[in-house]
């Protein structure tokens, strides 16, 4: 086997707004942008969550990351793909979804919708034919281990982009958020960014491709194994 690591050269998240103030789950849930002061860009730590508080109503907030990944060096397609994160802490039900981005080479509080080419609309869901998945399931919370890196097998829509194009654009969404549901269930997921020290948490793909088969006859003469073409 073949193997292949490539480290994010960009990341970063954008979120709703700092707190968790807002009682109408459509209006964090499909906001055009995030907060001006609640995004980063290339910080130690990513963030991905739903998260609730119920108090004087139920108010939400959600946060979603991105990732750029170099992949101008695959000219060809590997037989497997997987996204490889840090995990520091987590909670909650459910997990992450890594799905196709378009948020481009800078990340802001714009590109908080930026999972839907030109930006989501209202109401979008996992069903609409705008929002593409690159992970067939989720990294689901309770089979995380933290400190440690988990991963995400990649499928052949991700696998297709990474041939095709230069860069990589991934975004890391909860699974309410992805499923578009409200409600009192929450989860989060904290991931180590690109900018922590040195590439030991650094998120990455592994690009694996199996060893060519040797091809031609096997043959047996005077007690010797020959290869024949």
Known sequence: M??????SQEDGFARYTTGVTQ???DTVHDASAGASDADS???TSLSVFKSVVVF???RYN????FLAFDVSSITSAPDSVTLNLYVTAKSGNFGIW???SFHGDSIDHNDYNQICDGGCGSGWART???VTAYGDSRLDYSLMNTSQYNSITLNSTAISDIVSNDTLYVALVDHHDYYDQSGTSAGSVTISGQATSGTSQDPYLELTTADPAVQGKILLSSGKVTLSS
């Open 62 to 65: 959600i946060s979603r990351a």
């Open 41 to 43: 860009e290339n910080p």
């Open 128 to 130: 609409d034919s705008e």
């Open 56 to 58: 004087f109503g139920t």
């Open 98 to 100: 890594a799905l196709k």
């Open 2 to 7: 073949a193997t292949t690591t490539i480290y």
């Open 23 to 25: 009682t109408n789950w």
